[in-house]
């Protein structure tokens, strides 16, 4: 069997995520109070959906609770139910302004599988398309990302409005 070895790798998954200044982003974008530039989709009561700066698609979601968890035991039985409904309602958003063929939802739990990822409890979104798989994130390290993350929050935006949770 031949192996691929992607040791450009490491350098991404060590690599700060969101300006120094900002240390504990989920926390803080919320309180920016400019929901475009912080990527805010939707709010709902206890939990929000905002766009993965990091994508794996164009529309990749984050439903991330308001209080600061660091696992889903942490989070009370109505913070639970108030995320788990706004992974629906970000799904049915997706279908509506994106149109995609289906979807991966899930979390990552735990430093070893989180990457450089952000402790705190966070649900991902990722829509996919038939056909949406390349090479290229392996051979050229290179995401190949249709639309960008403004024109992305745009067509989710209007949907919000037409769109009821």
């Known amino acids: 069997m ?6 450009w790798r490491m350098e991404y998954i060590e690599a700060p995520r969101y300006p120094p200044a900002m240390k504990r982003p989920f926390t803080e974008l919320p309180a920016m109070g400019d929901d475009r530039a912080a990527l805010i989709v939707h709010r709902a009561r206890l939990s929000y959906l905002v766009l993965n700066r990091f994508p794996y698609n164009p529309g990749h979601l984050l439903a991330v609770p308001f209080r600061e968890v660091t696992d889903l035991e942490g989070l009370a039985t ?3 139910a108030d995320l788990f409904e706004e992974i629906i309602y970000g799904q ?20 070893a599988v989180a ?3 952000i402790p705190h409890i966070h649900g991902h979104i990722v829509p996919r398309w038939n056909g949406d798989t ?9 995401r190949i ?17 037409t769109c009821p949770r």
Do not use: C
């Not at 031949?2 to 040791?7: C, E, N, S, V």
């Open 2 to 7: 031949q192996q691929l070895h992607a040791y």
């Open 78 to 80: 109505e913070e639970r």
């Open 92 to 111: 049915r958003l997706l279908t509506a302004a994106l149109k995609p063929d289906a979807f991966n939802i899930g979390f990552n739990l735990g430093e």
């Open 115 to 117: 990457g450089g990822s």
């Open 134 to 142: 390349n090479f290229m994130p392996v051979l050229g390290q290179t």
């Open 145 to 161: 990302l249709p639309q960008s993350l403004d024109a992305t929050w745009a067509k989710l935006a209007a949907a919000v409005q």
